[in-house]
């Protein structure tokens, strides 16, 4: 079992900056990939990002690549997700996710077998 608390959303303008904290509880944290997903108004929830047990591999939307960084620190079991040069478009809100990895495809929410309630980030334009 692994509980997922997010935290670090928040109002920003555009251009801005935000950083998100994903605090898994759980002591098998390092074995699972970990994931970033979004939901804005109206619209699907959507997959942002992702990492590996490692931290070696990151994998990113095409909409985020250059601006986002997913990282992890194991030891802290923490998972983030730097968010630079924001647009109104990422407004949303924003879950963490952990996926045992099954060998599928990490960028589908079904992937992933535990979620965090979501932060809410908001881009003033």
């Known amino acids: 079992q692994v509980q997922l608390v997010e935290s670090g959303g928040g109002l920003v303008q555009a251009g801005g900056s935000l950083r998100l904290s994903c605090a898994a509880s759980g002591r098998t944290f390092s074995s699972y990939v970990m994931g970033w997903f979004r939901q804005a108004p109206g619209k699907e929830r959507e997959f942002v990002a992702a990492?590996?047990?490692?931290?070696?591999?990151?994998y990113y939307t095409n909409s985020v690549k250059g601006r986002f960084t997913i990282s992890r620190d194991n030891a802290k079991n923490t998972v983030y997700l730097q968010m630079n040069s924001l647009k109104p478009e990422d407004t949303a809100v924003y879950y963490c996710a952990a996926d045992p990895f099954r060998g599928a495809d990490i960028s589908l929410q079904t992937e992933y077998d535990y979620w965090g309630q979501g932060t809410q980030v908001t881009v003033s334009s």
């Open positions: 990492i590996s047990w490692s931290g070696g591999r990151t």
